[in-house]
Nanobody, 122 residues
Framework: VQLQASGGGLVQAGGSLRLSCVGS????????VGWFRQAEEKEREFIAT???????EYADSVEGRFTIFRENAKNTVYLQMNTLKPEDTAVYYC?????????????????WGQGTQVTVSS
């Protein structure tokens, strides 16, 4: 599986961005896909995940502000980010899980995109 993440950029606090993750292969629509982020000098952390049935899970830090959704016809998973805060500044990565259930641990994801930078100014 190959992944291409895009959509990052510079935005003011309170603004919105939509990230996209395009996956290769006909089975992408049946895979669990997650978003993670890594801020400078911090460890990579789980943000959100979506299953092939479109069930979702979120980290507490983004619950209610971020929405993960997918368009299987386009082999794309999105992360809609609203009410952005300076602490959301990070490189955001999408990844495909090795399993069929929703998981949060990085070790449960076997394929990773290259990352896209999100910077939120105060």
């Amino acid at each position: 599986v190959q992944l291409q993440a895009s959509g990052g950029g510079l935005v003011q606090a309170g603004g919105s961005l939509r990230l996209s993750c395009v996956g290769s292969g006909r089975s992408f629509g049946r895979r669990v896909v997650g978003w993670f982020r890594q801020a400078e000098e911090k460890e990579r952390e789980f943000i959100a995940t979506i299953g092939y049935t479109k069930l979702t899970e979120y980290a507490d830090s983004v619950e209610g502000r971020f929405t993960i959704f997918r368009e299987n016809a386009k082999n794309t998973v999105y992360l809609q980010m609203n009410t952005l805060k300076p602490e959301d500044t990070a490189v955001y990565y999408c990844a495909v899980s090795k399993y069929v259930s929703l998981v949060r641990a990085q070790s449960d994801y076997g394929w990773w995109g290259q990352g896209t930078q999100v910077t939120v100014s105060s």
